[in-house]
């Protein structure tokens, strides 16, 4: 029975590579990103970088796909506050899963797509300022949400891709009433490497 597992397991590896159904890479770019806070509606946006692994399975449906990220993610805002801009940095790990469809044309390969993210907050950084306002330890860790994802694929190697979160989760945690959501622009490059 083992013999017969791993001979399935391994057919099944190789079809699959074959076929082109299993994508694993490696991506990074910039994010421009804001946080939406009650009562402050000219947050200016912050400037961050996203980094780390892409896979992308193509489903049996022409064009139909799962792309699945797992990435370091720096996102935040400046706020007004009495005339200054005060900073709000936050680092998650972040696993957006979008269900794409892929134009299949011979170099360059178009692509759109839709799906949830979620988030863990593994760094808080704001300024003393800021902490006066909202301090860094109301602020939950999970963050979930919705985002929208386009780009283009070139030679099946190369991705270039702009991608846009809104966050449904209220991030905030502190006494009140409060609501904060992350809001990303992510322009990112990637390399597929099979």
Sequence with gaps: ????????????TTVCAHADIFNLGVKGGVNFSTIGIDGFSDNSYRVGFNAGM????????VGL???AEALYTVKGCDVPLMGEDYAMKLGY???????????????????????PYLGYAVYKDFDEAAESFVKSDDI????????ITGGVEL?????VGVSYQWGVQNIYDGSGDGTLRNQNLAISVGFMFF
Excluded: H
């Design 54 to 61: 892409v896979t992308s399975i193509n489903l049996p449906i």
């Design 1 to 12: 029975m083992k013999k017969i597992i791993i001979s399935f397991v391994l057919l099944m």
């Design 65 to 67: 796909g799962i792309q």
């Design 140 to 147: 939950q860790d999970f963050d979930w949400g919705v985002g």
């Design 93 to 115: 790990v972040e696993v957006p899963v979008y269900l794409r469809w892929k134009f299949n044309l011979p170099i360059v390969k178009p692509y759109i797509g839709v799906g």
């Design 155 to 159: 030679i099946d190697k190369a991705q």
